[in-house]
């Protein structure tokens, strides 16, 4: 626990955020640190509208690199998932300067496509965990709590519990990952234990999910992979005939990736921090890991950029 007074930014890369989070945040934040309340700040971004986006490509982008850049904050934290990250990733990445880099970045679902990017580029403190919005399910204020602890604190009790186990952790939506995989935002995962959740996706998805993911070259050097919980995954006509976990252990099976068992993650109030990367037991947030190349183009990578350059 630290005395020092946090300031975190919460950004919108994907869907909008409901109107009612804020006050609902900013209320949790009074009664769980009444001697230190974090400053939150949310971007007005989170509230616009763009047809299906928080605001056009530019405008999210902007909000994203808005905060992250600014030295003032300690942290950045997705408002919420949905779809639109992928939209936004060349010119975020692009754009991200050195302050960026001493910051922890929070989310999970949709938010996954940015995390990997700000992991494979060598980022400190990315974590999958609830984004802002959790706070608006059913009991939902223990996961906003959560990632709050996360944030404020890196309070190990937020963690999933097999991530002190592990040499390396990893976390993402099923489909997010899968769509990542070839692009310039993968990450190297080898040595890492992936865990991977689902949600709204009938089964033949997951195990086609499963086929592409367990394919890639790169994710058969993973150390194992564990299955979060697939929610209200919608019927099958006819029935598949396996359940989630059979399909993840027979594509484990089939491409010699490790069976590790069950994870602690998923798209509800439970959904545990998982940091990516190594432990740092001085920390107790994840090291780094080395920064990959840039693919974003001829432009160098953020990471050579000076501090001044934006």
Not at 124 to 149: K, Y
Request: proline share 6%; charged share 25%; aromatic share 8%.
């Amino acid at each position: 626990m630290t005395n020092k007074k946090r300031k975190i930014g919460v950004v919108a890369p994907g869907s909008r955020m409901s109107s009612q989070v804020a006050a609902r945040v900013q209320a949790l934040v009074a009664t769980l640190y009444p001697d230190r309340t974090p400053e939150i700040h949310f971007h007005p971004q989170c509230l616009a509208s763009h047809g299906h986006f928080a605001g056009d490509d530019a405008t999210r982008a902007r909000a994203f690199l808005e905060i992250a850049n600014d030295e003032s904050y300690d942290a950045v934290w997705c408002a919420r998932g949905g779809y639109g990250s992928c939209r936004v990733a060349e010119a975020v990445m692009r754009g991200l300067n050195e302050p960026a880099r001493r910051k922890a970045y929070v989310g999970y679902s949709d938010a996954g496509t940015l995390l990997a990017g700000l992991y494979r580029a060598g980022f400190e403190a990315v974590a999958h965990g609830p984004v802002a919005e959790d706070i608006l399910r059913d009991r939902g204020e223990s996961a906003a709590a959560r990632a709050l602890a996360w944030l404020v604190d890196a309070a190990p009790e937020t963690l999933e519990p097999t991530v002190g186990r592990a040499q390396k952790t990893a976390a993402f939506n099923m489909t997010i990952l899968s769509h990542l995989l070839g692009t310039p935002l993968q990450p190297d995962l080898e040595g890492h234990v992936l865990m991977l959740e689902e949600v709204s996706e009938a089964m033949y998805r997951i195990d086609r999910s499963l086929f592409h993911i367990t394919s890639n070259v790169q994710i058969r050097r993973v150390a194992g992979i564990m299955l979060g919980r697939c929610n209200k995954i919608p019927p099958n006509e006819p029935d598949f005939g396996m359940t989630e976990e059979e399909v993840a252990r027979y594509w484990c099976r089939r491409s010699g990736i490790p069976w590790l068992g069950r994870a602690d993650i998923g798209h509800d109030i439970d959904n545990k921090i998982v940091p990516f990367g190594g432990r740092n037991t001085e920390t107790g947030r994840k090291s780094r890991t080395p920064a990959a190349s840039s693919s974003w183009g001829p432009e160098p990578s953020f990471g050579r950029l000076r501090s001044n350059e934006r």
